[in-house]
């Protein structure tokens, strides 16, 4: 399998910003996507990014290098809800997704 | 309402038996997934289909069989053979093969060995 790294547990507060990175192999990349996942739950799609640059999508948004082989995710206003696994997941040769083993958010008061 | 329909929720598999989870989709999706996640642990990929009757083993095919006889199923065997079943499965589907758009996810079948 690819390397898909990403750390393991952060900790942010209420109202706050957080960023979450991601970095991976690059040879065959196709796209990247970032998933949340609460605890026993399916995985819900974030954003994804194909091309370099800033995906924004209300208090979320994601940015791509391709050259660097690096993703964040960024929460902005964080909610209590936010508290989740978030999955960084990178497409390769248009046919095999390869997740990382996700990022634990805790979101305190 | 379409959607990834994976039955059971919860299954149980006493020693030396096979089970089969069941992944349904009415997304009109041509590739399908079958994933496997530990605690703690990020996804790792099992089995995919591009299309029907055609698929290919991921990085943990051991121990698991699939069969793709129709377009909106493809069911997932936990054999025997495969001596640590316990885990969360996940389907999934995305809507072509050779595009670059997400992936879908069933619920999920929680396994556990009685």
């Known amino acids: 399998g690819q390397n898909i790294d990403q750390p393991t547990e952060m900790t942010a507060t209420e109202g706050a910003i957080v960023q979450i990175n991601c970095t991976y192999q690059t040879s065959g990349f196709n796209g990247l996507f970032w998933y949340q996942q609460h605890a026993g739950e399916a995985p819900t799609f974030l954003s994804y990014n194909v091309l370099d640059g800033l995906e924004e999508k209300g208090r979320f948004s994601s940015f791509l290098s391709r050259s660097k082989g690096y993703s964040y995710l960024l929460l902005k206003e964080l909610q209590m809800k936010d508290s989740a696994s978030y999955l960084c997941a990178v497409l390769y040769n248009f046919n095999k997704f390869y997740f990382g083993s996700g990022t634990k958010l805790n979101v305190k008061p | 309402d379409g959607g990834i329909t994976q039955s059971p929720k919860y299954l149980f598999r006493k020693e030396g038996q096979n089970v089969t989870l069941s992944c349904e989709q009415n997304?009109?999706?041509?590739?399908m997934y079958w994933y496997r996640q530990d605690p703690g642990q990020g996804l790792r990929l099992i089995y995919y289909s591009q299309i029907v009757n055609d698929f290919q083993k991921g990085d943990i095919a051991e121990g698991y069989s699939v069969s793709r006889e129709k377009k909106e199923s493809f069911p997932l065997t936990v054999t025997s053979a495969q001596k640590n079943p316990t885990a969360f499965y996940l389907c999934?589907?995305?809507?072509?093969?050779?595009?670059?758009?997400?992936?879908?996810f069933g619920d999920g079948t929680r396994l556990s060995i009685l």
């Open positions: 997304l009109n999706h041509d590739a």
């Open positions: 999934a589907s995305t809507r072509a093969v050779y595009s670059n758009q997400p992936q879908h």
